[in-house]
Structures are given as C-alpha cells and as structure tokens.
C-alpha cells in the first residue's frame, strides 16, 4: 500500500481555465478556437486541389490548422462538459453547452468541404502525396476520410443533410430526452407513495427484497408504457431519418455505417456473436444457479441485478484509489504512476453530492495533455470498478499525446477496450483478495454478471435492432410490435433462461434513441472481448507486456481492429477462435461460482 494521504474527491479545473462558467480565460480561449475555425475555412476554400504546383504544400498548411483547431476544439468541449456535469444548476455551463453546439456545426461544415476536396485528387497524385510527408505517417486516417466522402451525396447536399437533422433528426433524439426528463414513478413505501425521477426509480432494483423489486419494476414498467406511443413515435422517425439517408447515398446494409465508425468487418461481428452463442448454455447455468440461491424457479428482468449477499462492503475512497495503484502496478508500472499521478493532481470528481448529473465519464483535453474523470463514488465495489475503467481510458489518451492529432481518433469498441482491460485487473483482484466465501461468491457474481450483460443483454439490443430496422423498411412499426421484436430478442439473448421478459425496454433504453451513434451496442461487447484476449494475453506474457500493451493502444487510432489485432496479438478476429479463448475465461469464473 502507498502511504496514507487522503486524496481529494473533488477535481481541480483551474489548472486548465480558472474561474469556472464564469472564466475569461476560458471565453478567451473559445474566441481564438472561433477565429481558428475561421482561418482553416478561409484556407479550405482556396486550397486548389488540381493545382500540382501548390497542393502539397497547401494540404500541408490546411492539416497543421486543422490539428491545432481540433485539439483547441476538444478541450474547449471537454472543459464545458465538466462544468456541467459537476453542478446541473450551473445556468452559464448550460449556455455553453449550447455554444459547444454551434461551434461544432461551423467545424462539421468545414470538415465536410475538406473531406469533398480530396476526392478531386486523382488516385495516382493522391498515392503520391501520401508517400510524402508530412501525409504518410497520416495515410490511414487520410485515405478513410477519403474513401468515406466518395460514398456520400455531393457537399451542397450533405450540408443541407446535416442542416435540417438539426430540427429534425437530432430533434427527434431531443424529444425523447425531454419526456424522459419529465417523466416521474410512483412508489409505494411504507405505506405512502413517493414519486421519483427514472434514473432514482431505477436503482432501487438492486434491493435484496424481492417483492419490492417486483413492485418497483411493475411501476417503472406503467410509466414507460403509458409514454410509449410518443417513444413509438420517436423511435420510428429516427430510424425512419436515418434509412433515408442511407436510401439516398445507396447503403443497402445499416450497419454499414456502425461498422465503418468502428473500423471493422462484418465478418469480425459475426464472429464473436457465433462464438458467444455457441457459449451461451454456461450463462444460462449461472442464471440458473443464481435463481436457486434466490430461491427461485427462474429468474425474471428484474432478478438478474438482485444482490445474492445481505451484506455489502464498503471502502473508503483512499482505500479504493490505492487498491487499483497496487494493482496496476502487478501488470503495468507506467499505469500505475499515471493513475497515481491522477489521484495526486485531482484530475477526478468522485464526490457523493447532490446536484451532479449521474453516471461517469472520462474526457481528454488534448490540449494541455490533461484528462479528468467524472463519478459519483459511495465506497461500493461497482464504485472502484468504475474508478478503474475510466482509469483505463484515461490512461489510454495518456500514450496517444505525443501522436499526431489527426491520429488520436480511435472508435469506441477499442476505446472501451483500454478502460474494461484496466477494470478486469482490478476485478480479478478483488476476487483473489476476498477473505471469506461469502465475500469470494458476491465479487465472482458481480463480474459475471458483466458478462451477462454483454453476451445476452448487449445482445438482445442488437437483435431487436436489426430486426426493427427490416420492418421498418416498409414503413412505421407499431408499439405491439416494437413489444413483441423486444421480447422474441431477449428470449433469444437470454437462451429462454428467464421466467418474464422486458417488453418495454425497447423505450427505457437511451441507446435505441441516441443520434450521435447508430447501433451503440456491439461495440461494448467487442471492447469486453477484446480486452479479455489482452488480458490473457498478458497473464501469458508476465513482464515483458507492458510495452507491448502501450504500442497497442497507440496504434488504435489508425488502424482497422482487424490489423490491430494481427499485428499486436498475432490473432485472426474474423474467426471465433480468438473470441472462444476470451469467452473460456468468463466461463472459467462461472464454473467458480458454481462449485462454490
């Protein structure tokens, strides 16, 4: 253990812009980003791009600006999201917050004009400049940009694409957080009826007292199926907006689009959903098993979060910090100092208080080469899982901010990778550290029911999805039928293992209803993998990984996952042998769990 500092819970942002909403500094800074977006406009206009007298030294100047604007760009964005999210009241962040909008149209709009100028370069010129530097060290992330404009409607109609998705598509997504927003459940306790907000509602589910989660779900479930013609309605024209769209650039396939953001093939995702079915009956065994603890027949939705132990451990913050430093260092000396650098510096907001928006984040200020971390923390061992996973994708910016900008752009499935590779060591800790049975049997059950939840809930989503998206091909799905494509998934994703189903969750799901991301559910179950076979891969390799691991997470930002994956790991993905092996892992704790 480290020494016995007590590490502050609340982070420090005036390192970055003192003052808060209120900052001059900051309102400064978001002055010169305007002008920089101005500047690169001015350049992107008159840059000629059959002018082989001036294009390469011109392409040049317009990717140093667009680095230098970008860069400025996140951080401007991340320092707005903290400010909102440590004090929901803040009125100033939320006019940022508006602001952040608007700045990220003007850069879109730039962005696209660029991307269409480069299409103009014939492909023997273009091979040409992309042997030269400075674009050869960029020629991934160049020839994406791109290959992606090629597939799309001429700039006039991609602008006025995103222009109007502003009061309709994004709209739609908007409606839908507002009734949400609003939306209140009854409960009755102790005899009197409270009201509470979806998210409060929510987590008494993990009460260990059946009947109140039984009456808990049961109200939840009244009020998202009392809303559920409006969520009807949002879902179908987002998808609705969305085919459209797809209709007019000629995409046949929707998850062309969740595939291309996620730099993977199809035959990847196929892979690892044949080998997680293929898997599936020990899962069912777990859920069985959990059941008769309970002492039930089978589980319903509403059992599979009920905690199996009465008692629950709590940990001091600076007891919890030191444990995951401690462990990271067993892997990763250099993960170890940076989280330690991170609890020393006050780059995380863990406090327990009122007034801070739920859930956890980490976001990376590319600028200063700072990251800040953003949870609620109670002392649960959830609690310092989370701590650690966004450790983990804290940590994974960390070894990008020496790379060209332009080349620090990873997907999400790589980026959930690095923070579930930093929660599994901790997880897997914890469970070597349990002191008694009881203890042993609850931290086993917490860590698989993660699996639980990417190999069967993950992928109910992703069923539904699909299957939604065929209907509604041929025009609006109705809210019977979004209920039984809901239930037909979960049946499936679950293996029939469970006695009552969710027919609603298809409204209670943010996901679904998201604009920024289609399909924002595969890619967390490729991360969960994908880390596994990392971690296996480390246990193998004891001391000599560490570097490895770095070169990996440097990488991610210009390559396909496919390439990744073979050169870092020597490992095909698109067969199920790589995910079998990460799956045999999981199982592994299954068969623990039973036999204890």
């Known amino acids: 253990m480290q020494g016995t500092k007590e590490y502050r819970q609340t982070w420090d942002l005036d390192t970055i812009f003192p003052g808060g909403s209120e900052s001059k500094e900051f309102q400064q800074f978001l002055n010169t980003v305007q002008d920089e977006i101005k500047t690169l406009e001015s350049a992107v206009d008159a840059f000629d791009p059959n002018n082989k007298e001036t294009r390469s030294s011109n392409l040049a100047d317009i990717i140093s600006k667009l680095e230098s604007t970008m860069k400025k760009l996140r951080e401007s964005f991340a320092y707005i999201s903290c400010l909102s999210a440590q004090n929901v009241k803040d009125a100033q962040a939320n006019l940022l917050v508006g602001k952040r909008s608007a700045l990220k149209a003007e850069m879109d709009a730039v962005k696209t004009s660029f991307d269409q100028k480069l299409v103009e370069i014939e492909d023997n010129a273009w091979q040409e400049l992309l042997s030269q530097e400075p674009f050869s060290e960029l020629s991934y992330v160049l020839n994406e940009t791109r290959d992606k404009a090629k597939e799309l409607l001429s700039e006039d109609q991609e602008v006025l694409?995103?222009?109007?998705?502003?009061?309709?598509?994004?709209?739609?997504?908007?409606?839908?957080?507002?009734?949400?927003?609003?939306?209140?459940?009854?409960?009755?306790?102790?005899?009197?009826?409270?009201?509470?907000?979806?998210?409060?509602?929510?987590?008494?589910?993990?009460?260990?007292?059946?009947?109140?989660?039984?009456?808990?779900?049961?109200?939840?479930?009244?009020?998202?199926?009392?809303?559920?013609?409006?969520?009807?309605?949002?879902?179908?024209?987002?998808?609705?907006?969305?085919?459209?769209?797809?209709?007019?650039?000629?995409?046949?396939?929707?998850?062309?689009?969740?595939?291309?953001?996620?730099?993977?093939?199809?035959?990847?995702?196929?892979?690892?959903?044949?080998?997680?079915?293929?898997?599936?009956?020990?899962?069912?065994?777990?859920?069985?098993?959990?059941?008769?603890?309970?002492?039930?027949?089978?589980?319903?939705?509403?059992?599979?979060?009920?905690?199996?132990?009465?008692?629950?451990?709590?940990?001091?913050?600076?007891?919890?910090?030191?444990?995951?430093?401690?462990?990271?260092?067993?892997?990763?000396?250099?993960?170890?100092?940076?989280?330690?650098?991170?609890?020393?510096?006050?780059?995380?907001?863990?406090?327990d208080r009122a007034g801070k928006r739920p859930g956890g984040f980490c976001t990376s200020f590319p600028h200063s080469e700072q990251t800040r971390i953003f949870m609620t923390y109670s002392g649960t061992t959830s609690n310092i899982s989370t701590l650690a996973h966004e450790l983990g994708h804290a940590y994974h910016q960390h070894v990008m901010n020496d790379i060209h900008g332009l080349n620090q752009g990873y997907a999400m499935n790589v980026a959930e990778t690095a923070s579930t590779f930093a929660e599994m060591i901790v997880a897997d800790a914890s469970v070597k550290s349990a002191q008694t049975k009881e203890e042993k049997q609850a931290l086993l059950e917490d860590k698989i029911g993660r699996s639980v939840a990417f190999f069967m809930n993950i992928h109910a989503r992703f069923l539904f999805e699909t299957r939604f998206y065929e209907e509604r091909k041929n025009g609006l799905v109705s809210v019977d039928r979004l209920n039984e494509l809901m239930v037909e998934a979960q049946k499936e994703a679950y293996s029939e293992a469970l006695g009552e189903y969710d027919p609603n969750f298809w409204s209670s799901k943010l996901h679904f209803h998201i604009t920024g991301v289609p399909f924002y559910n595969f890619p967390y179950t490729f991360g969960y993998l994908f880390s596994l076979g990392i971690y296996a891969h480390a246990v193998e390799k004891g001391g000599s990984f560490e570097d490895d691991y770095i070169a990996l997470l440097r990488d991610t930002g210009s390559m396909k996952v496919e390439d990744l994956a073979q050169k870092h790991l020597g490992v095909d993905l698109t067969k199920p042998e790589f995910w079998e092996n990460a799956i045999a892992l999981c199982v592994k704790d299954v068969e623990e769990f039973v036999a204890l």
């Open 161 to 351: 694409i995103n222009d109007l998705a502003v009061d309709g598509y994004h709209a739609w997504g908007q409606m839908y957080e507002t009734i949400v927003g609003n939306m209140t459940v009854d409960i009755e306790e102790d005899g009197e009826v409270n009201s509470y907000s979806v998210g409060q509602a929510a987590n008494k589910l993990s009460n260990p007292d059946r009947s109140v989660r039984k009456h808990v779900f049961e109200q939840i479930s009244k009020a998202w199926s009392d809303n559920a013609d409006l969520f009807g309605q949002t879902l179908n024209h987002l998808a609705g907006f969305r085919l459209q769209k797809y209709k007019h650039r000629g995409w046949e396939n929707v998850l062309k689009e969740p595939l291309a953001i996620n730099r993977m093939e199809e035959a990847t995702l196929n892979a690892m959903w044949t080998a997680i079915s293929k898997n599936k009956k020990h899962f069912v065994k777990f859920l069985d098993k959990k059941a008769e603890l309970l002492g039930l027949d089978k589980l319903n939705m509403y059992d599979i979060g009920a905690p199996i132990s009465k008692s629950v451990k709590k940990t001091d913050y600076t007891d919890g910090a030191n444990f995951i430093v401690d462990q990271f260092r067993e892997f990763s000396p250099k993960m170890a100092d940076f989280a330690q650098m991170a609890f020393d510096k006050s780059w995380i907001e863990a406090e």
